[in-house]
Each structure stands twice: as C-alpha cells, then as structure tokens.
C-alpha cells in the first residue's frame, strides 16, 4: 500500500504529530509444517519455546561463526511463528534457513502480499481506541483483532504497528483521515525511531559483520544463555563468557551536507592531526530540524569528551546514549 501524501522528513518522538506510516523497507516472513518451532529454535538466538502468543520478542540469526545475518521481531501471525526484518535481508535469511532444512518438516515464506503500517505520535493510543477493540499494551505487546494484529513498542515513546491484508490497510487510512488529524509518511520515520530507540538495522550491506552483543542485543532479551545449541551458539558464547566483546551500538548526531551510508566508518581524534577508526555505521537518517542521525557499531571505551567524525567529514558528531538498558534490566 502507498500513502499518496506528501513524504516529509523524519521528526523525534517528541515533536512527531499523529502518524500513520508505510513500511515499505520492512517485511513479514513466516514459518508453517510440523517441525517449524523445533528447527528455528535450533536456528535463532532467542528461546522460541517461552515466547508467549501475546508477545514479541527480540532475536538474531547467526551464522557459524556466531555473526549476524539478520536481526528480527518474532512473534506469532495468525497462529504460525513468524517475524519482521528489513527487506534488503530478507532473501539472505531464506536462503540462509532453508540450508538446513532438508531432513525437516518446515516452509518458510515471505507474506508478501500482507501490509505492514505504522502509527506513532501524539495520540496514537487513543486514537487507535476507537478504531480497534483490544489493543496492545506493555503488558501484552502482541493482539489480534478480526481481520488485522497490532503489536506496541514503549520505545523511544508508544508507537505501534498493524499488521492486515491490503483491503483493510486502505479502510483503515481512510477512516484516521476522516475522523482524526493526521499525517503520512514512509518508513524512514519509522526507521527514526528505531535509532532513536535503539533497535539495531542489519541490512544487506552489514549482514554477516558483527556478534549480536555488538548490537546490544544482550540487553533487549533477544539471546538466551540457557536453551543449548544453535547456529553460531559456541562462538557467541565465547564472546560472553570471556569478555570478547568489546563494542556496543550508539546514536550519533551531527549536521551537514554530507551523509553517511551503510559501513562508513567512524574516527575519533587521538592527537592533535591523528585519526583513528573507532567504528561503523549501520544506518541513517535525515531527520526535520536538519540534523542527520547515525546508529553506529562503535568500540564501547571510547573516553568521554573524544572528538568522534565520519571519515571523510569534517562536520564532529556527538554521542547519545540509550536508557533501555536500565529499563529492560529493572
């Protein structure tokens, strides 16, 4: 589905007006066959045996060397175990899970024609109210309603996403734009968001480069250190267990002309006319006061006060910090 409005640039969570969004740089795939959860707990990071059906969780496919391939939301789709990740990946995961597959009882499937939107901003909660039976909550992140399920985020401030077929996608824009205030936009809004929360973006261009502790995964639940082997299991361990890891994903602002894309890499200044690499980006995104935001893979000791750039960028950037990691931990 494509919203006909005018696209603007991305806004914060603070200054976002309502916002029905497309999500057009995601996707939705999903599993079927009487072996789908026994083999993808033996692929992904997370122990789908404690998901609940009315909750999400965070997680990561790895490859043997422990590496993500790909980063998603898994949850349960209209009784089926079934996940989000961005699309430049999704052919890579497929490819990546049906490798293994030949001796199981197991079909995995891009939902290609089913809609994802967006809605985050002032009133979204309320607003949604009217227009869905049951929603989602903190508590129960994941509902399914008649024709369309909904999932909700608390980060970086309530925001959720609608999962449907393309008829009630359409009904559903029609109604918010007679009834409520709103705008549209595409998915760089969401992916705004996402750095602005936190979430990780693993896309084509970074799949296969980092552990998930990297990416702070750790920290959002999405590995278990109790459910035995799967892909990569051996080495992500290690890396936990004897302190490997010695990255951890941030938030970058800065301004300019010049805009990152996906690998560039981040310098700090260890002398008076010295720079050195200290990270890689992951994504970015211009966002409505001119500011260009930067989620980035950087090395975790990084002293306080360091002059940080983009290599081949005069323009210095400076660092944000994340408060999930006290919130997901208390």
Not at 192 to 218: K, M, R, T, V
Request: with cysteine.
């Amino acid at each position: 589905m494509k919203f006909i409005q005018h696209f603007t640039l991305p806004l914060s969570s603070r200054e976002l007006p309502l916002t029905l969004m497309s999500m057009e740089e995601w996707c939705i795939i999903t599993t079927t066959g009487p072996d789908a959860l026994s083999y993808m707990q033996g692929q992904l990071t997370s122990d789908i045996n404690q998901l609940h059906i009315n909750h999400y969780c965070h997680s990561a496919h790895c490859n043997a060397k422990g590496k993500m391939l790909t980063n998603l939301l898994l949850f349960f789709y209209k009784g089926q175990l079934s996940w989000i990740i961005r699309n430049s990946v999704r052919d890579i995961q497929i490819e990546a899970l049906k490798k293994y597959a030949i001796f199981s009882d197991f079909n995995v499937t891009s939902l290609d024609r089913t809609v994802i939107i967006g809605i985050a901003g002032h009133e979204a909660q309320s607003t949604l109210n009217q227009i869905f039976p049951v929603l989602p909550s903190i508590h129960c992140p994941v509902v399914e309603n008649t024709s369309s399920t909904l999932l909700h985020f608390p980060l970086p401030s309530d925001r959720f996403l609608i999962i449907t077929n393309r008829t009630r996608a359409i009904k559903l824009q029609q109604q918010l734009s007679k009834r409520f205030l709103i705008q549209f936009n595409n998915s760089k809004q969401w992916l705004a968001l996402d750095i602005e929360a936190g979430y990780p973006i693993i896309d084509q261009d970074n799949s296969g480069q980092f552990f998930p502790q990297a990416a702070n995964l750790h920290y959002m639940k999405a590995i278990s250190w109790t459910k035995g082997c799967y892909i990569g299991q051996e080495m992500i361990s290690r890396v936990q267990y004897r302190g490997i890891n010695k990255r951890a994903l941030y938030m970058l602002v800065f301004k300019s002309i010049y805009f990152p894309s996906c690998n560039y890499v981040i310098e700090m200044k260890c002398s008076f006319d010295k720079w050195k690499k200290c990270g890689k980006v992951l994504a970015a995104c211009r966002v409505h006061n001119g500011q260009i935001w930067v989620q980035a893979i950087l090395d975790y000791n990084i002293p306080s006060g360091s002059k940080l750039r983009i290599a081949g960028c005069q323009d210095l950037v400076s660092l944000q910090s994340f408060s999930y990691k006290e919130e997901r931990n208390s």
